[in-house]
């Protein structure tokens, strides 16, 4: 089951979030640290109802952000849906202990099927170029990487899907 989170669901998704760096950097990935996600980004996105779960056997397993905020780094990319009518993903994230069980997969598809009901175009997001499970499954569900961008940590693939 997908839901949208509350102030209560906070320390979960931070959990869920310190799982996943645990399991990156045992990887060799260093996308994520100490400053981000933080709990107080994850509690602004639930403050302006931007952040959802997946619960898993009534637990909360994954957590994801939809919103159509984006960083300027993206007016660099030539996207596929030249409007503004498109919504982004930031953030996805499944516990360690449930990875592998298709999460990732679903809580994607809530975002395509969330875009459509509000009439968005297609569904964005940027995924970690040194994170190869992530740019994988986004290419395998149909995404297409439209080029890369530079944030913090390094350079990041852009996918879009036109639903």
Known sequence: MIKRLTVNDAAQALEIVKSVIVKMKAMGIDQWDEHY?????????????????????????????????????YNEIEWLN?????????????HADFQGKGIARQLVKFGEELAE???????????????????????????KNLGQVTFRKGLFNCYEKLL
């Open 82 to 94: 030249k409007g503004d009518n498109f919504l982004v993903m930031h953030r996805l994230s499944v």
């Open 37 to 73: 996600p933080t709990i107080e980004d994850i509690q602004k996105d639930i403050g302006k109802q931007h952040a959802y779960g997946f619960y898993y056997d009534y637990q909360l397993a994954g957590y994801v952000i939809f919103n159509q905020e984006y960083d300027v780094e």
């Open 117 to 143: 009901a509000y009439d968005l175009k297609s569904l964005r997001f940027d995924a970690f170029t040194k994170n190869p499970v992530s740019n994988v499954l986004y290419e395998k569900i149909g995404y």
